[in-house]
């Protein structure tokens, strides 16, 4: 598809983002223009989108760019200048614009619209919760977040003559030979230990502000604060509570059961903690590709044959270099689809390595660009701004809606049958942890005054919850008690994570459908998308036909369907 930067008309098309003096004048304007009407509010808040669009894009590269190199230092200078001293000036007058849409009957009659109606409840959320002598604690915070990912990004091994990173070194935790393994692992640990305390200082840090934060705010701890601010208006605290409870009588027992049965296989009684990768017949590990270009093609081969639509936008991504793919050195870890609501074309960004869960990752991602595409031409963008859990019940349902199709990567029956397996079962596994680092969040923000040695102690209650028991962390206790340290979300995004559990049982959802009928789901599913954030999230997944629902209930039919069709696999 062909597609170029709608022209502006309100900012100027040759403005660039210097300082704040560059945007002080758009502020301005907006804030002191009369709203009389029905068109003058339609354009009012046409014109403060096409500025939130300006401004989001323009931080969306200084971040892309940092995160690609966080080695060059010009990259990261421009995006703590964007955060520290730009952000703390727009954040003042995005309050006095929200203030101004609030008291206004014209842009308030809108309301009528759903679409409008969501819009504005977010708008009035953050006006309750909006502090002036919270802006400089904002900025702080968004610049100190950043740290993590250099800390991370540096953390190298020495191997067979090679500097690898650590997505390039866990693949050396598949292989078949324990004692490789266990090197590879042991020199991990040793790197990882060297920066424990720099992490349990910055994540100190970042608990004491964002307390603050919540207390100047009228709340009475970050959690209950956070939950207004992310815009959580339908589900609550004691939701996440029982599903915590849910997955540890549902989910744990299962995992439980298939790492018992690994294990036995492995002829062990107990795990080191390198073997939990590892194939328990001694095959090497999955090797879908061996560069980034090369997956990209073959997913987007992949999607020609799921919906032509899908291949479409990867296409346009490719041809407009909208993708950074391969792991290498001073990369920031992990993986991203990051919107650009101008140009409405979004950029993935990942740490390819060759391995079966970065084609996971990649359809992951896409699944988020193609959300990014279908609701591109919605007319606010507010209305592309969708949450969490309608945001990943778009990537996750991408991952198991292309499932069958992997013989794209595996064109050997037993490798394709393998690669389900392993993405069902790690599915399994992950719904505990992402219910223990949610609770963790709880009992960290819950109680702020906590002590590193407390926090360790916790964590390591919380893995006897929702762990197996299976491994041995003789000798490595200090790893398992600081393992939390690896998840990006605590330092970057807190209390951004259960929306992967709610969305990936949407997901299975979407998967039961596609099973049923496969045009149908296709079609449900897009539908769903084009939404962006223009109904509530309920009403966003039972478009995408499936419930809004994450009870006992309705795991324990999930759970049940993934393990009938795991037997299919053997």
């Given at each position: ?103 206004n009957p014209h842009i308030m009659k809108m309301s009528e619209d759903p679409a ?266 507010a209305f592309k701004n969708f949450p969490s859990e309608v945001a990943e019940l ?120 596609r099973k049923k009928n496969q045009q149908t789901a296709l079609e449900n599913y ?45």
């Open positions: 598809m062909h597609i170029e930067k709608p022209k502006r008309t309100f900012v100027a098309q040759d403005c660039v983002v210097q300082c704040w003096d560059s945007i002080k004048d758009y502020f301005e304007s907006l804030e002191s223009r009369v709203v009389k009407d029905k068109n003058s509010a339609e354009r009012w808040l046409g014109d403060r989108s096409e500025l939130d669009a300006f401004l989001e894009e323009d931080l969306a590269w200084r971040y892309i760019h940092m995160s690609i190199d966080t080695d060059d230092k010009a990259r990261v200078d421009a995006y703590t200048a964007f955060v520290s001293e730009i952000q703390p000036k727009i954040a003042p007058f995005e309050d006095l614009l929200n203030r101004k849409m609030v008291a409008y109606a969501i819009y504005f409840r977010s708008l009035e959320a953050a006006l309750s919760i909006f502090r002036e002598e919270n802006v400089p604690i904002e900025a702080y915070l968004n610049e100190k977040a950043q740290e993590f990912g250099s800390i991370s990004a540096a953390q190298t091994i020495d191997h067979d003559g090679k500097t690898l990173t650590m997505q390039q070194a866990s693949q050396f935790l598949k292989d078949p030979i324990e004692e490789i393994r266990a090197v590879v692992y042991i020199k991990m640990v040793d790197r990882r230990r060297q920066d424990i305390g720099k992490l349990n200082d910055l994540y100190s840090d970042l608990i004491k502000k964002r307390n603050q934060l919540a207390l100047n705010a009228g709340f009475e701890n970050f959690r209950d604060y956070k939950f207004v601010s992310m815009g959580r208006f339908d589900y609550t605290k004691e939701d996440c509570f029982a599903f915590h409870e849910a997955i540890k009588k549902e989910v744990v027992p299962l995992v439980k059961e298939i790492q018992q049965r690994k294990l036995n296989q492995l002829g062990k009684t107990k795990f080191k903690p390198w073997d939990l990768e590892v194939d328990p017949f001694g095959r090497k590990p999955l090797k879908p590709f061996h560069t980034g270009d090369e997956m990209l093609q073959g997913t987007i081969n992949m999607f020609k044959k799921l919906d032509l639509y899908f291949a479409d936008c990867l296409e346009t991504m490719q041809e407009m270099r909208h993708l950074d793919l391969d792991s290498k050195h001073g990369k920031a870890p992990g993986g991203y689809n990051y919107p650009l609501y101008e140009i409405g074309v979004p950029f993935i960004f990942m740490n390819a390595v060759g391995a079966h869960r970065d084609l996971v990752t990649m359809v992951h991602e896409a699944g988020h660009a193609v959300h990014s595409f279908l609701s591109r031409d919605l007319k606010l963008t778009a990537s996750m349902s991408m991952e198991l809606l292309s499932m069958d199709l992997w013989d794209e990567f595996y064109p050997n029956s037993e490798d394709l049958n393998r690669a389900k397996r392993e993405h069902l079962e790690d599915i399994l596994k992950i719904l505990p942890w992402i219910a223990q680092i949610d609770s963790f969040q709880h009992w960290v923000y819950a109680h702020p005054s906590h002590s590193v040695a407390e926090r360790s102690q916790k964590w390591l209650e919380l893995s006897v919850d929702f762990g197996t028991g299976l491994v041995d962390w003789t000798g490595y206790e200090d790893i398992q008690g600081a393992s939390w340290q690896r998840q990006l979300h605590l330092f970057e995004v807190p209390f951004y994570y259960i929306e992967y559990g709610i969305a990936q049982l949407g997901a299975l959802g979407v998967w039961m459908n897009k539908k769903a998308l084009s939404l962006g954030y223009t109904r509530s999230m309920p009403e966003i997944y039972q478009v995408a036909g499936v419930p809004f629902d994450f009870s006992e209930n309705r795991l324990k039919i999930l759970v049940s369907e993934i393990k009938g069709y795991l037997e299919t696999l053997n």
